[in-house]
């Protein structure tokens, strides 16, 4: 039986949190032996808001290898840069005659952003959910391993294969989101209300992945907690429910059992409990990422064999796709 396909990606745009790393890369590596996957670093996503161009070449490099130190084997699934893959904007324009302008205009990450980026809502940003289609049905993806902040772009990328299948015949296989409990929404360590964000203006609302020990510790030490003083994740207590959630999901171990670990201790003694162990955690991934950085030749070579791998299966999907739309594409 074929395998199963997969694929996901995350968007060069800042430095990657645990976020990032518990509500998506970690669950990539868990599928990789199982699973065809396809993970994309999303720099056409990325420039919707505005980047730096150093930075954003730089970051690009950057991801790939946290890519390779969090644990994805490039042997095992294609690691790539978006725009390594024309067809990605192909399909896209495709899609674009499908997709409703209302549709796109009502995703909240839309207009979230709007309102944050007032003085810059270009096209790109409202498109985005189809560049995001786009990425997804050119693979064939049977399941998409996302945060929750993400399902709402998954479903839009359901409704738009399952409107051109129907329009055009059986054209594109429809994806499901996979968001697994536990890390699918870590929040803001100094709004527990807010998911944690690469972008986030205040450095202390998230725990970056290349935050060094003595920094994750003290962001940990500074984070917003609740009122009361028992250790319970509880809806009532946002912030201790949170760091109860990012402590199980870097140990391993149910909220009951860590709820139980620290009944009766304070709220200091516990965040430093968590913030020892996100950065023993952290460590090995930071060793890593150094080692690989160091060897650019490796990068390049892991992202040009991800591209043509990549370029492969995209290819075969946008030919059917521009004969199933009346493309001529030559006898
Ligand atoms: P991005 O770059 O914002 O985030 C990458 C992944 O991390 C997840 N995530 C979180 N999970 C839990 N808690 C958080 N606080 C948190 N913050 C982020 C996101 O849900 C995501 O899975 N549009 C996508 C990138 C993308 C993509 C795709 C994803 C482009 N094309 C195709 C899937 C399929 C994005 O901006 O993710």
Redesign the pocket.
Known sequence: MDKKII???????GN??????????RNWVRMQDEYECFY?I?NM??ITVKQDPAELRRRTLELAALYLACGLDAEKCALYV?SHVPQHAELCWVLNSVAYVGEMSRMT?FKDKSQKHAENINMGLMD??V???A??LLYQ?QC????????Q??EI?RDLAIRFNNRYGETFAVPEPL?LKG??????LQEPTK????SDENPNASIFLTDDRDTVIRKFKRAVTDSGSEISASDEKPGIANLLNIYCAFKGCALADAEHEFEGRGYGEFKLAVGETVADALAPVQREKERIMSDKTYLNDVLKSGADRAFRAARRTLSKVYRKIGFYQGE
């Not at 990657?16 to 890369?25: E, K, V």
């Not at 998409?144 to 399902?151: S, T």
């Not at 890390?183 to 803001?188: D, L, T, Y």
């Open positions: 694929y996901s990606a995350v968007q060069p745009s990657l949190t645990i976020g990032n790393y518990l509500g998506a890369i994309a999303a996503h990325a978006q990450q985005y959910p560049l995001m289609a990425d997804i993806a998409v391993p996302v945060g929750a902040d993400q399902k772009h998954v990328a968001i890390g699918a929404k870590i929040c803001s998911k944690m964000s690469k």
